[in-house]
C-alpha cells in the first residue's frame, strides 16, 4: 500500500466516523422534534380549539356590540394562532419527508359545520379530553341532545352495554389505546349504532 493509499483509507474512515456522528445527530433531532410536536398537539392543539368552540358558543348569547366584538376578537386572535402552528407543523412534514395533511384535516371543528338536529335521542361522547367533552355537551345540549361522557374505552364500552345511543362521537386517540380498538369491541355486540370517529391529533 502506497502513501497515497493510506491516507485515502484514512480520509474514508474519518469521513465514515463523520457520517456516524451526523447520523446520531439527526436521531436526536427527530426524537426531540417529535416531543414537540407530540406536545403541540396535546398542549396548544386541543386548548386552542376549545378557545374557539366556547367563542362559537358566546355568540349565541345574548351580547351587547362591545361583548360581541370582544369574542369575535377572541376567536380571530385564535384561529391566528392555529394558523401559525398549522404552519410550523407543515414546515416539521417537509423535514421529515412526510406529505402534509389537508386543511380540512387540521382545521378546528366550527359549531355552524355541526349538524345534529336529525338526531332526537342520546349520543355518547368518547373523549379523555375533558374540555372537549364539556364543549360538545354545551354545543349538543341547546338542541335538545341528552349526551353521556366516557373518559377511555372501558367506559365508553359499559356505557353502549347498558344504554341505547343514537350516536357516537369517539376520539381515535385516546391514552393508552385507540379508538379503533374500542370500536371493534362495541361492533362485536352493537352492529347498527353510527359512530363518528374523530381527533385533533397528527401522526
Known amino acids: 500500500m502506497t502513501v497515497n493509499d493510506s491516507k485515502v483509507v484514512r480520509e474514508l474512515i474519518e469521513?465514515?466516523?463523520?457520517?456516524e456522528k451526523l447520523g446520531a445527530e439527526l436521531n436526536r433531532y427527530r426524537k426531540v422534534a417529535q416531543i414537540i410536536r407530540s406536545k403541540?398537539?396535546?398542549?396548544?392543539?386541543?386548548?386552542i380549539?376549545?378557545?374557539?368552540?366556547?367563542c362559537d358558543l358566546l355568540m349565541r348569547c345574548e351580547m351587547d356590540d362591545e361583548q360581541t366584538e370582544y369574542v369575535d376578537n377572541i376567536r380571530n386572535a385564535a384561529f391566528e394562532l392555529w394558523s401559525v402552528m398549522d404552519h410550523l407543523l407543515e414546515i416539521y412534514d417537509e423535514l421529515e419527508g412526510k406529505a402534509p395533511l389537508?386543511?380540512?384535516?387540521n382545521a378546528p371543528?366550527?359549531?355552524?359545520?355541526?349538524?345534529?338536529?336529525?338526531?332526537?335521542?342520546r349520543v355518547l361522547i368518547v373523549d379523555d379530553n375533558l374540555i372537549s367533552r364539556e364543549l360538545m355537551t354545551s354545543v349538543l345540549?341547546?338542541?335538545?341532545i341528552v349526551s353521556d361522557g366516557a373518559e377511555n374505552g372501558t367506559e365508553a364500552v359499559e356505557c353502549c352495554m347498558n344504554n341505547t345511543y343514537d350516536l357516537i362521537l369517539m376520539d381515535y386517540y385516546l391514552k393508552g389505546e385507540t379508538g379503533a380498538d374500542v370500536i371493534r369491541i362495541i361492533r362485536s355486540y352493537n352492529r347498527t349504532v353510527p359512530i363518528i370517529a374523530f381527533s385533533s391529533q397528527l401522526t
Not at 469521513?15 to 457520517?19: E, I, M, T
Not at 345540549?141 to 335538545?144: F, N, T
Request: zero cysteines; glycine letters at 8%; charged letters at 20%.
Open 15 to 19: 469521513l465514515s466516523h463523520d457520517n
Open 109 to 121: 371543528m366550527e359549531q355552524s359545520n355541526l349538524d345534529f338536529t336529525v338526531l332526537k335521542g
Open 102 to 105: 389537508s386543511r380540512y384535516d
Open 141 to 144: 345540549e341547546p338542541m335538545g
Open 49 to 54: 380549539n376549545a378557545m374557539i368552540g366556547y
Open 40 to 47: 403541540v398537539n396535546s398542549k396548544v392543539r386541543l386548548p
